[in-house]
């Protein structure tokens, strides 16, 4: 809106030139939160596993510090059901703000299973 609201060419020229290296930060709000076991060894060991407003559902390792797996879904999730364990097979029901729900599993196929509606 301020570009727009700048009446000469030369000042908008200016505007952009100074803005033009600064990146786009998109944020992304975390909607919605799970775990899932690491392995069927331990029952303490799990991994963080969050849906954000943007549609991306992340897998973070076991120290929460950085994502091992994304997958990116249509819509934004509301509700993550975790099914299995990590290192073995699982599998991630996903419903979605229009109703859809969306399985994913460890080889990192989304399939989208139906509307609940």
């Not at 992304?28 to 954000?52: M, P, Y």
């Not at 897998?59 to 999730?77: C, E, H, Q, V």
Request: net charge neutral; proline share 3%.
């Amino acid at each position: 809106m301020e570009l727009i609201n700048l009446t000469s060419d030369e000042v908008k020229e200016v505007f952009v030139e100074e803005r033009k290296n600064i990146p786009i930060v998109i944020k992304n709000l975390i909607v919605c939160i799970s775990i899932i076991k690491k392995n069927n060894e331990t029952n303490f060991i799990h991994q963080l596993v969050l849906g954000t407003e943007q549609g991306f559902v992340y897998i973070l390792d076991i120290n929460f510090s950085k994502p091992i797996n994304i997958f990116k879904l249509s819509y934004s999730p509301v509700r993550i059901r975790a099914w299995g364990t990590y290192d073995q097979e699982f599998s991630l029901h996903v419903l979605t703000r229009n109703d859809l729900i969306y399985t994913i599993n460890k080889s990192g196929n989304v399939n989208k299973m139906h509307n609940i509606i």
